[in-house]
């Protein structure tokens, strides 16, 4: 079993900046089985459905991110820590949402299917962010 535990969200006024982190962790979880694993960021509005927005592969790649962060989110991992992170930059009121951290145990050829949540086995708790104008 896996536990994903995010933190480092908070309220912060447009245009300023949030790093999120998730830490991976288990009973038979290993740094380098963690270090295999793509992690993705997802995250859920009030009133809307959860929606991807980006993702890493094993070797620190960006696979895949979502048109409306491009440019101004950007994601790393420390695969020594077990933890993934979300540098979250230039934030927007429409930015305010839940954000949650996910984990896909299993490669996939296509990258752009790790914009869907179905690869993902495991998920954090979430943790706000709320964008003031």
């Known amino acids: 079993q896996v536990q994903l535990v995010e933190s480092g969200g908070g309220l912060v006024q447009a245009g300023g900046s949030l790093r999120l982190s998730c830490a991976a962790s288990?009973?038979?979880?290993?740094?380098?089985?963690?270090?295999?694993?793509?992690m993705g960021w997802f995250r859920q509005a009030p009133g809307k459905e959860r929606e991807f927005v980006v993702a890493?592969?094993?070797?620190?790649?960006?696979?895949y991110d979502a048109e409306s962060v491009k440019g101004r989110f950007t994601i790393s991992r420390d695969n020594a820590k077990n933890t993934v992170y979300l540098q979250m930059n230039s934030l927007k009121p429409e930015d305010t949402a839940v954000y949650y951290c996910?984990?896909?145990?299993?490669?996939?050829?296509?990258?752009?299917?790790?914009?869907?949540?179905?690869?993902?086995?495991?998920w954090g708790q979430g943790t706000q962010v709320t964008v003031s104008s």
């Open positions: 288990g009973r038979t979880f290993s740094t380098y089985t963690f270090s295999t694993y793509t």
């Open positions: 890493i592969n094993w070797s620190g790649g960006t696979i």
């Open positions: 996910a984990l896909a145990p299993r490669i996939y050829s296509n990258s752009s299917i790790y914009s869907k949540s179905g690869p993902y086995d495991y």
